[in-house]
């Protein structure tokens, strides 16, 4: 399953215009206005509101070519067992193959171009650094809306109602929710991401328990939380984008996501979700170009991505109202 469409994102401004932003025109990425310097200082600069934290925990990065060809998840062959794996003297073991559902996937190229003005810009310190990191940020919230909402339309639901009403269990609706997905997948989910509200929700219905166990529960970090829920990590996502003139909106809504994810993956790992990437010139993830018109100065960052969905076993959200 590939996501290439971006619903929901700001359509192009063709005016270009001085200090605001566009998409990337192909003709500025010649080798001249390559700027390394840049595209180094990019590479080392991590997003201070952690999108990328939460970009990276949700859809592992896999480096790949241009086009990459992946086994799609086979959880039946995961589980695979025999009791005639006992060789005869002068026999050979008995032969097994692992197939899968072979896929591709097409890297795509994205990127956005900001254009200022030289007058403007005066004796401005670091400016051009200053405009490779609003760009970068903004690309990495483009993917992020992408792959939470890909990763939310593919996830089996449920609906909780998380309030003062008494006998209300947050955590043990979480905990539900995971053994339903190992029972489904035989692999139990090692990651949560809570949107901010829901993880809100859930503090505010174990203290209207009133009681000893509501309240240990309501202090609880992510962190700890962790060893109740049997999972490697959880994360809040706080991320929002500008959805109108005068309206932001949650990327991660009022949902609970469990999946299977693992850093350092390969392409055939059983992570619900990847993104398969391919390096720029100049071998990073990002790549910086800058052409100096005279009087205006485009500044643009790239980058090769595509999100993709490798299983849906085991993927689980919750709703939280």
Request: net charge negative; hydrophobic share 40%; glycine share 8%.
């Amino acid at each position: 399953m590939f996501f290439t469409n971006e619903p929901g994102l700001a359509p192009d401004d063709i005016s270009f215009r001085p200090g605001e932003i566009a998409l990337a025109n192909e003709s500025r990425f010649s080798s001249g206005n390559f700027s390394i310097p840049l595209t180094e200082y990019l590479t080392g600069w991590r997003d201070p509101n952690g999108i990328e934290d939460i970009l990276d925990f949700i859809a592992p990065p896999v480096q790949t070519g241009r086009v990459v060809e992946f086994k799609k998840t086979d959880n039946a062959e995961s589980f695979y067992s025999e009791l005639d794996d006992v060789r005869a003297i002068g026999a050979a073991f008995k032969r097994v193959e692992y197939t899968g559902t072979t896929a591709h996937a097409k890297v795509l190229n994205k990127g956005l171009t900001l254009r200022l003005d030289s007058d403007e810009l005066g004796e401005t310190p670091d400016w051009q650094e200053a405009a490779v990191r609003r760009l970068k940020q903004r690309l990495l919230r483009n993917e992020l809306r992408r792959v939470a909402a890909a990763m939310i339309d593919a996830a089996t639901d449920a609906a909780k109602t998380w309030d003062a009403t008494a006998g209300k269990d947050p955590d043990q609706d979480v905990l539900t929710d995971l053994i339903a997905a190992e029972e489904e997948s035989g692999i139990r989910p090692n990651r949560v991401a809570y949107g901010e509200s829901a993880w809100q929700k859930r503090l505010l219905s174990h203290r209207a328990q009133n009681t000893a166990g509501g309240f240990a529960s309501a202090g609880l970090s992510p962190e700890a939380l962790t060893g109740f829920l049997g999972v490697h990590s959880i994360k809040i996502s706080r991320e929002r984008y500008q959805s109108s003139a005068a309206a932001k909106t949650k990327i991660l809504p009022d949902v609970v996501l469990s999946f299977y994810g693992e850093d350092q993956i390969g392409k055939d790992d059983p992570s619900n979700a990847k993104r398969f990437w391919h390096a720029c010139r100049g071998g990073e993830m990002f790549g910086v170009y800058v052409e100096d018109t005279g009087k205006f100065i485009d500044v643009t960052v790239e980058h090769y991505s595509v999100a993709v969905i490798t299983s849906v076993l085991g993927l689980r959200t919750l709703t939280i109202s």
